[in-house]
Protein backbone atom coordinates (compact mmCIF):
# COMPACT_ATOMS: atom_id res chain seq x y z
CA UNK A 1 0.00 0.00 0.00
CA UNK A 2 1.50 2.98 -0.61
CA UNK A 3 -0.06 6.25 1.03
CA UNK A 4 -0.18 9.94 -0.22
CA UNK A 5 -1.89 13.18 -0.97
CA UNK A 6 -2.52 14.30 -4.23
CA UNK A 7 -2.68 18.04 -4.54
CA UNK A 8 -4.38 20.19 -7.19
CA UNK A 9 -3.39 24.05 -8.30
CA UNK A 10 -5.55 26.60 -9.96
CA UNK A 11 -3.48 29.50 -11.34
CA UNK A 12 -0.42 27.83 -12.31
CA UNK A 13 -2.34 25.52 -14.42
CA UNK A 14 -2.35 28.99 -17.27
CA UNK A 15 1.49 29.59 -16.93
CA UNK A 16 2.35 27.98 -20.32
CA UNK A 17 5.80 27.58 -21.05
CA UNK A 18 6.72 28.96 -17.02
CA UNK A 19 4.51 26.35 -15.65
CA UNK A 20 7.69 24.06 -14.01
CA UNK A 21 8.60 27.07 -12.68
CA UNK A 22 6.22 27.84 -10.57
CA UNK A 23 5.41 23.80 -9.94
CA UNK A 24 8.85 23.78 -8.01
CA UNK A 25 7.89 26.68 -5.98
CA UNK A 26 5.23 25.55 -5.24
CA UNK A 27 6.94 22.23 -4.14
CA UNK A 28 10.00 24.15 -2.49
CA UNK A 29 7.21 25.70 -0.13
CA UNK A 30 5.53 22.22 0.41
CA UNK A 31 8.41 21.18 1.76
CA UNK A 32 8.85 23.68 3.65
CA UNK A 33 6.01 23.36 5.86
CA UNK A 34 5.60 19.51 5.77
CA UNK A 35 9.37 19.90 7.62
CA UNK A 36 7.28 21.11 10.34
CA UNK A 37 4.73 18.36 10.77
CA UNK A 38 5.51 16.11 14.00
CA UNK A 39 6.43 12.30 13.53
CA UNK A 40 8.87 9.93 12.14
CA UNK A 41 7.91 10.54 9.05
CA UNK A 42 9.13 9.94 5.34
CA UNK A 43 7.35 12.44 2.30
CA UNK A 44 8.76 12.65 -1.06
CA UNK A 45 6.94 15.65 -3.08
CA UNK A 46 6.83 15.71 -6.95
CA UNK A 47 5.28 16.90 -9.97
CA UNK A 48 3.18 14.87 -11.92
CA UNK A 49 1.35 16.20 -15.02
CA UNK A 50 -0.28 18.83 -13.80
CA UNK A 51 -0.26 17.80 -10.48
CA UNK A 52 1.83 17.53 -7.09
CA UNK A 53 2.04 14.06 -5.40
CA UNK A 54 3.07 13.69 -2.03
CA UNK A 55 3.98 10.05 -1.02
CA UNK A 56 4.40 9.63 2.61
CA UNK A 57 5.58 6.74 4.92
CA UNK A 58 6.29 6.28 8.28
CA UNK A 59 4.62 8.12 11.24
CA UNK A 60 2.13 10.97 10.78
CA UNK A 61 -0.72 12.56 11.39
CA UNK A 62 -2.88 12.92 7.92
CA UNK A 63 -5.42 15.88 9.77
CA UNK A 64 -2.57 17.76 10.63
CA UNK A 65 -0.40 17.15 6.98
CA UNK A 66 -4.14 18.47 5.21
CA UNK A 67 -4.82 21.32 7.79
CA UNK A 68 -0.60 22.16 7.16
CA UNK A 69 -1.52 22.02 3.41
CA UNK A 70 -4.33 24.48 3.73
CA UNK A 71 -2.54 27.08 4.18
CA UNK A 72 -0.19 27.05 1.92
CA UNK A 73 -0.74 29.42 -1.09
CA UNK A 74 -0.57 28.02 -4.73
CA UNK A 75 -2.77 24.85 -3.71
CA UNK A 76 -5.99 24.67 -4.60
CA UNK A 77 -7.14 21.18 -3.26
CA UNK A 78 -5.87 18.62 -0.91
CA UNK A 79 -7.22 14.94 -1.40
CA UNK A 80 -5.67 11.85 0.57
CA UNK A 81 -4.85 9.16 -2.35
CA UNK A 82 -3.89 5.80 -2.87
CA UNK A 83 -1.05 5.16 -5.23
CA UNK A 84 -1.17 1.37 -6.87
CA UNK A 85 1.59 0.27 -9.28
CA UNK A 86 -0.27 -3.42 -9.82
CA UNK A 87 -2.73 -2.21 -12.48
CA UNK A 88 -4.29 -5.59 -13.21
CA UNK A 89 -7.93 -5.55 -12.23
CA UNK A 90 -7.65 -7.58 -9.39
CA UNK A 91 -5.57 -5.44 -7.58
CA UNK A 92 -6.97 -2.17 -8.62
CA UNK A 93 -10.15 -3.89 -7.59
CA UNK A 94 -8.42 -4.98 -3.88
CA UNK A 95 -6.79 -1.89 -3.34
CA UNK A 96 -9.84 0.44 -4.40
CA UNK A 97 -11.50 -1.26 -1.81
CA UNK A 98 -8.73 -0.93 0.85
CA UNK A 99 -8.86 2.55 0.78
CA UNK A 100 -12.25 2.74 0.88
CA UNK A 101 -12.17 0.70 4.37
CA UNK A 102 -9.77 2.97 5.62
CA UNK A 103 -10.78 6.16 4.69
CA UNK A 104 -14.40 5.97 5.59
CA UNK A 105 -15.16 4.38 9.31
CA UNK A 106 -19.17 4.03 8.10
CA UNK A 107 -19.32 2.32 5.13
CA UNK A 108 -23.30 3.03 4.78
CA UNK A 109 -23.15 6.06 1.57
CA UNK A 110 -24.19 6.19 -2.14
CA UNK A 111 -21.53 6.56 -4.64
CA UNK A 112 -19.82 6.91 -8.06
CA UNK A 113 -16.77 5.76 -9.46
CA UNK A 114 -15.35 8.41 -12.00
CA UNK A 115 -12.28 7.05 -14.02
CA UNK A 116 -9.88 8.85 -15.59
CA UNK A 117 -7.25 7.70 -18.07
CA UNK A 118 -4.83 9.78 -19.35
CA UNK A 119 -2.68 6.90 -20.06
CA UNK A 120 -4.80 5.73 -23.27
CA UNK A 121 -2.77 2.60 -23.85
CA UNK A 122 -4.36 1.47 -20.45
CA UNK A 123 -6.20 -1.72 -20.74
CA UNK A 124 -9.92 -0.42 -20.43
CA UNK A 125 -11.67 2.35 -21.31
CA UNK A 126 -13.32 5.10 -18.57
CA UNK A 127 -16.43 3.38 -18.77
CA UNK A 128 -15.38 0.11 -18.25
CA UNK A 129 -13.21 1.12 -15.42
CA UNK A 130 -16.16 2.83 -13.31
CA UNK A 131 -18.70 -0.07 -13.94
CA UNK A 132 -16.04 -2.96 -12.98
CA UNK A 133 -14.98 -1.07 -10.01
CA UNK A 134 -18.41 -0.15 -8.93
CA UNK A 135 -19.76 -4.12 -9.04
CA UNK A 136 -16.67 -4.80 -6.72
CA UNK A 137 -17.20 -2.19 -4.21
CA UNK A 138 -20.96 -3.04 -3.88
CA UNK A 139 -20.31 -7.04 -3.31
CA UNK A 140 -17.50 -6.13 -1.02
CA UNK A 141 -19.65 -3.72 1.04
CA UNK A 142 -23.04 -4.11 2.01
CA UNK A 143 -23.70 -0.55 3.16
CA UNK A 144 -23.12 1.13 -0.26
CA UNK A 145 -25.04 1.79 -3.33
CA UNK A 146 -24.55 3.21 -6.17
CA UNK A 147 -26.45 6.87 -6.90
CA UNK A 148 -25.18 8.36 -10.34
CA UNK A 149 -27.28 11.73 -10.06
CA UNK A 150 -26.17 13.00 -6.33
CA UNK A 151 -23.96 10.29 -4.88
CA UNK A 152 -22.79 11.32 -1.18
CA UNK A 153 -19.22 10.50 -2.36
CA UNK A 154 -17.34 10.18 -5.73
CA UNK A 155 -14.71 7.80 -5.91
CA UNK A 156 -11.59 8.87 -8.53
CA UNK A 157 -9.67 6.47 -10.22
CA UNK A 158 -6.72 8.43 -12.56
CA UNK A 159 -5.18 5.69 -14.93
CA UNK A 160 -2.17 7.94 -15.42
CA UNK A 161 1.04 5.35 -15.44
CA UNK A 162 0.22 4.30 -11.87
CA UNK A 163 -3.47 4.53 -10.89
CA UNK A 164 -4.80 6.92 -8.31
CA UNK A 165 -7.02 6.53 -6.10
CA UNK A 166 -8.94 9.20 -3.90
CA UNK A 167 -12.18 10.68 -2.82
CA UNK A 168 -12.21 12.95 -0.19
CA UNK A 169 -11.01 16.75 -1.07
CA UNK A 170 -10.18 19.21 1.01
CA UNK A 171 -10.51 23.21 -0.22
CA UNK A 172 -6.72 24.77 -0.29
CA UNK A 173 -6.33 28.25 0.04
CA UNK A 174 -5.68 28.67 -4.24
CA UNK A 175 -3.35 31.87 -5.01
CA UNK A 176 -0.02 31.25 -6.38
CA UNK A 177 3.22 29.95 -4.49
CA UNK A 178 5.20 31.83 -2.05
CA UNK A 179 8.45 33.56 -3.93
CA UNK A 180 6.51 33.98 -7.32
CA UNK A 181 6.24 37.43 -7.43
CA UNK A 182 8.45 39.79 -5.67
CA UNK A 183 8.95 41.14 -2.18
CA UNK A 184 6.69 43.66 -0.37
CA UNK A 185 6.49 45.65 2.94
CA UNK A 186 3.56 44.96 4.81
CA UNK A 187 2.84 48.27 7.78
CA UNK A 188 1.48 46.03 10.34
CA UNK A 189 -0.52 47.05 13.14
CA UNK A 190 -2.43 45.96 15.49
CA UNK A 191 -5.68 46.04 14.42
CA UNK A 192 -7.81 43.88 12.17
CA UNK A 193 -6.92 44.80 8.55
CA UNK A 194 -3.34 44.77 8.30
CA UNK A 195 -2.72 41.21 9.09
CA UNK A 196 -5.59 40.08 6.38
CA UNK A 197 -3.80 42.15 3.98
CA UNK A 198 0.00 40.60 4.68
CA UNK A 199 -2.38 36.91 4.10
CA UNK A 200 -4.16 38.76 1.35
CA UNK A 201 -0.57 39.47 -0.80
CA UNK A 202 1.01 36.42 0.36
CA UNK A 203 -1.62 33.95 -1.84
CA UNK A 204 -0.53 36.27 -4.67
CA UNK A 205 2.71 34.71 -4.02
CA UNK A 206 4.21 37.72 -2.92
CA UNK A 207 6.86 37.29 0.04
CA UNK A 208 6.20 39.84 2.92
CA UNK A 209 8.49 42.04 5.96
CA UNK A 210 6.49 44.05 8.01
CA UNK A 211 6.77 46.94 9.81
CA UNK A 212 5.14 48.18 13.39
CA UNK A 213 5.23 51.51 14.49
CA UNK A 214 5.56 51.35 18.41
CA UNK A 215 5.21 54.71 20.28
CA UNK A 216 5.90 53.48 24.09
CA UNK A 217 5.06 54.56 26.82
CA UNK A 218 2.08 55.85 24.98
CA UNK A 219 1.71 52.36 23.69
CA UNK A 220 2.11 49.29 25.75
CA UNK A 221 4.51 46.42 25.89
CA UNK A 222 1.08 44.75 25.30
CA UNK A 223 0.38 45.77 22.54
CA UNK A 224 3.67 45.11 21.21
CA UNK A 225 3.07 41.36 22.30
CA UNK A 226 -0.54 41.67 20.37
CA UNK A 227 1.37 42.80 17.00
CA UNK A 228 4.18 39.89 17.50
CA UNK A 229 1.20 37.42 18.11
CA UNK A 230 -0.23 38.82 15.35
CA UNK A 231 2.38 38.72 12.97
CA UNK A 232 3.02 34.72 13.97
CA UNK A 233 -0.66 33.73 13.17
CA UNK A 234 -0.10 35.62 9.27
CA UNK A 235 2.84 33.85 9.09
CA UNK A 236 1.33 30.75 8.96
CA UNK A 237 0.40 31.24 5.79
CA UNK A 238 2.86 33.97 5.05
CA UNK A 239 5.97 32.31 5.97
CA UNK A 240 8.93 33.56 7.39
CA UNK A 241 8.52 37.21 7.92
CA UNK A 242 11.12 39.71 9.64
CA UNK A 243 9.27 42.24 11.94
CA UNK A 244 10.80 45.90 12.08
CA UNK A 245 9.75 47.33 15.31
CA UNK A 246 10.17 51.15 15.13
CA UNK A 247 10.05 53.70 17.78
CA UNK A 248 7.62 56.38 16.42
CA UNK A 249 6.85 58.52 20.26
CA UNK A 250 9.27 61.26 19.64
CA UNK A 251 8.23 61.69 16.04
CA UNK A 252 4.49 61.55 17.19
CA UNK A 253 5.10 63.63 19.88
CA UNK A 254 7.15 66.16 17.44
CA UNK A 255 4.44 66.44 15.21
CA UNK A 256 1.56 66.56 18.15
CA UNK A 257 3.29 70.20 19.55
CA UNK A 258 4.01 71.59 16.45
CA UNK A 259 1.25 70.71 13.64
CA UNK A 260 -2.30 71.11 14.02
CA UNK A 261 -4.24 68.46 15.17
CA UNK A 262 -6.70 68.84 12.61
CA UNK A 263 -3.77 67.41 10.52
CA UNK A 264 -2.41 65.49 13.06
CA UNK A 265 -3.04 61.74 11.48
CA UNK A 266 -2.79 62.27 7.89
CA UNK A 267 0.85 64.08 8.64
CA UNK A 268 2.36 60.81 11.05
CA UNK A 269 0.87 58.74 7.89
CA UNK A 270 3.26 60.08 5.67
CA UNK A 271 6.20 59.92 7.97
CA UNK A 272 4.94 56.14 8.80
CA UNK A 273 4.91 55.41 5.19
CA UNK A 274 8.44 57.14 4.28
CA UNK A 275 9.94 55.25 6.84
CA UNK A 276 8.29 51.94 5.51
CA UNK A 277 9.30 52.99 2.16
CA UNK A 278 13.22 53.30 3.65
CA UNK A 279 12.91 50.04 5.28
CA UNK A 280 11.46 48.22 2.11
CA UNK A 281 14.31 49.36 -0.41
CA UNK A 282 16.82 48.40 2.14
CA UNK A 283 15.12 45.00 2.69
CA UNK A 284 15.15 44.79 -1.29
CA UNK A 285 11.35 44.86 -1.36
CA UNK A 286 9.20 46.01 -4.50
CA UNK A 287 6.11 47.51 -2.94
CA UNK A 288 4.44 48.44 0.15
CA UNK A 289 1.19 47.25 1.74
CA UNK A 290 -1.21 48.56 4.06
CA UNK A 291 -4.93 47.24 5.14
CA UNK A 292 -6.53 50.39 4.10
CA UNK A 293 -9.99 50.46 3.14
CA UNK A 294 -11.92 53.66 1.22
CA UNK A 295 -14.17 55.62 3.85
CA UNK A 296 -13.17 53.05 6.27
CA UNK A 297 -12.30 55.95 8.81
CA UNK A 298 -11.27 59.77 8.38
CA UNK A 299 -7.31 58.91 6.75
CA UNK A 300 -9.00 56.46 4.40
CA UNK A 301 -11.14 58.76 2.46
CA UNK A 302 -9.79 58.74 -1.32
CA UNK A 303 -8.64 62.21 -0.59
CA UNK A 304 -6.57 61.36 2.63
CA UNK A 305 -5.46 57.95 0.76
CA UNK A 306 -4.13 60.64 -2.02
CA UNK A 307 -2.62 62.92 0.10
CA UNK A 308 -0.62 59.75 2.10
CA UNK A 309 0.52 58.11 -1.06
CA UNK A 310 2.15 60.95 -2.77
CA UNK A 311 4.86 60.88 -0.37
CA UNK A 312 5.75 57.45 -1.59
CA UNK A 313 8.02 56.20 -4.91
CA UNK A 314 7.25 52.51 -4.45
CA UNK A 315 3.43 50.89 -5.44
CA UNK A 316 1.64 50.64 -2.18
CA UNK A 317 -0.36 47.99 -2.40
CA UNK A 318 -3.98 48.22 -0.75
CA UNK A 319 -5.85 44.26 -1.00
CA UNK A 320 -8.92 45.25 0.85
CA UNK A 321 -9.22 49.04 -0.67
CA UNK A 322 -12.93 48.18 -1.84
CA UNK A 323 -13.99 45.20 1.57
CA UNK A 324 -16.69 45.85 3.97
CA UNK A 325 -15.65 45.63 7.36
CA UNK A 326 -17.58 42.45 7.50
CA UNK A 327 -15.86 40.34 4.88
CA UNK A 328 -12.28 41.41 6.24
CA UNK A 329 -13.53 40.08 9.74
CA UNK A 330 -14.73 36.64 8.18
CA UNK A 331 -11.53 36.66 6.22
CA UNK A 332 -9.50 37.46 9.77
CA UNK A 333 -11.56 35.17 11.51
CA UNK A 334 -10.49 32.41 9.00
CA UNK A 335 -7.12 32.98 9.46
CA UNK A 336 -7.18 32.81 13.03
CA UNK A 337 -5.96 36.51 13.33
CA UNK A 338 -9.21 38.00 14.65
CA UNK A 339 -9.12 36.79 18.27
CA UNK A 340 -5.73 38.59 18.42
CA UNK A 341 -6.81 41.42 16.99
CA UNK A 342 -9.42 42.55 19.29
CA UNK A 343 -7.67 42.07 22.45
CA UNK A 344 -7.96 45.97 23.47
CA UNK A 345 -4.31 47.49 23.79
CA UNK A 346 -4.05 50.64 22.46
CA UNK A 347 -2.22 51.37 18.67
CA UNK A 348 -0.32 54.79 18.29
CA UNK A 349 -2.39 56.19 16.47
CA UNK A 350 -5.78 55.85 18.74
CA UNK A 351 -4.17 58.06 21.54
CA UNK A 352 -2.99 61.19 19.24
CA UNK A 353 -6.39 60.94 17.26
CA UNK A 354 -7.74 64.57 17.15
CA UNK A 355 -11.31 65.16 17.35
CA UNK A 356 -12.27 66.31 13.91
CA UNK A 357 -9.62 65.16 12.05
CA UNK A 358 -9.70 66.26 8.03
CA UNK A 359 -11.38 63.82 5.96
CA UNK A 360 -10.40 65.90 2.63
CA UNK A 361 -6.76 67.31 2.96
CA UNK A 362 -5.02 69.24 0.83
CA UNK A 363 -1.62 67.52 -0.52
CA UNK A 364 -0.33 71.99 -0.60
CA UNK A 365 -2.03 72.46 3.00
CA UNK A 366 0.24 69.68 4.18
CA UNK A 367 3.14 70.10 2.70
CA UNK A 368 3.33 73.38 4.12
CA UNK A 369 2.70 72.55 7.95
CA UNK A 370 5.28 69.87 7.27
CA UNK A 371 7.78 72.41 6.06
CA UNK A 372 7.61 73.80 9.27
CA UNK A 373 8.91 70.62 10.94
CA UNK A 374 11.02 69.66 8.28
CA UNK A 375 14.75 69.41 9.55
CA UNK A 376 14.57 68.58 13.25
CA UNK A 377 11.92 65.51 12.20
CA UNK A 378 14.28 64.03 9.39
CA UNK A 379 17.03 63.68 12.46
CA UNK A 380 14.30 61.80 14.16
CA UNK A 381 13.59 59.45 11.40
CA UNK A 382 17.18 59.03 10.88
CA UNK A 383 17.61 57.78 14.57
CA UNK A 384 13.80 55.85 14.38
CA UNK A 385 15.55 53.62 11.81
CA UNK A 386 18.97 53.18 13.27
CA UNK A 387 17.04 52.30 16.29
CA UNK A 388 15.08 49.88 14.96
CA UNK A 389 14.38 46.39 16.56
CA UNK A 390 14.07 43.21 14.26
CA UNK A 391 12.31 40.02 14.91
CA UNK A 392 12.24 37.20 12.81
CA UNK A 393 9.19 36.06 13.10
CA UNK A 394 8.10 32.03 11.88
CA UNK A 395 4.70 29.52 12.73
P1 LIG B 1 -5.81 48.11 10.98
O1 LIG B 1 -7.02 47.36 11.42
O2 LIG B 1 -4.99 47.36 10.02
O3 LIG B 1 -5.04 48.66 12.15
P2 LIG B 1 -7.26 50.48 10.77
O4 LIG B 1 -8.61 50.33 10.25
O5 LIG B 1 -7.07 50.61 12.24
O6 LIG B 1 -6.36 49.33 10.19
P3 LIG B 1 -5.60 52.80 10.39
O7 LIG B 1 -5.24 52.84 11.81
O8 LIG B 1 -6.04 54.05 9.70
O9 LIG B 1 -6.72 51.74 10.04
O10 LIG B 1 -4.38 52.24 9.59
C1 LIG B 1 -4.43 52.02 8.22
C2 LIG B 1 -3.25 51.17 7.84
O11 LIG B 1 -2.03 51.79 8.20
C3 LIG B 1 -3.24 49.84 8.58
O12 LIG B 1 -4.03 48.87 7.92
C4 LIG B 1 -1.78 49.50 8.56
O13 LIG B 1 -1.41 48.96 7.31
C5 LIG B 1 -1.12 50.86 8.72
N1 LIG B 1 -0.86 51.18 10.14
C6 LIG B 1 -1.63 51.86 11.00
N2 LIG B 1 -1.06 51.92 12.22
C7 LIG B 1 0.12 51.29 12.14
C8 LIG B 1 1.19 50.98 13.06
N3 LIG B 1 1.16 51.38 14.32
N4 LIG B 1 2.25 50.29 12.60
C9 LIG B 1 2.30 49.86 11.32
N5 LIG B 1 1.33 50.11 10.42
C10 LIG B 1 0.25 50.81 10.81
MG1 LIG C 1 -5.26 50.47 13.22
Not at 44 to 49: C, F, I, L, M, S
Not at 161 to 173: E, N, Q
Request: aromatic share 8%; hydrophobic share 40%.
Amino acid sequence: MVQGFLLKYAEIGVKGKNRYKFEIALCEQIKIKLAKIDGDWDFDVTREQGRIYIEASGEFDSDEVIEALQRVPGISAISPVEVIEDMSWKNLERATGDFIERQYEEKNFSFKVKAKRSDKHYQSTSPEICRKIGAYLLERFDGLKVDVHNPDVYIWVEIRGRAYVYSKVYKGIGGMPLGTAGKAMLLLSGGIDSPVAGYMISKRGVVIDAVYFHAPPYTSERAKEKVLSLARQMSRYTGKIHLHIINFTDIQMYIYEKCPHEELTIIMRRYMMRIAEEIAVNNGCIGLVTGESIGQVASQTMQSLMVTNEVCSLPVYRPLIAFDKQDIVNIAEKIGTFEISIQPYEDCCTIFVAKHPVTKPVAEVIRNSEKKIGEKIDDMVKTALETAEIVEIDE
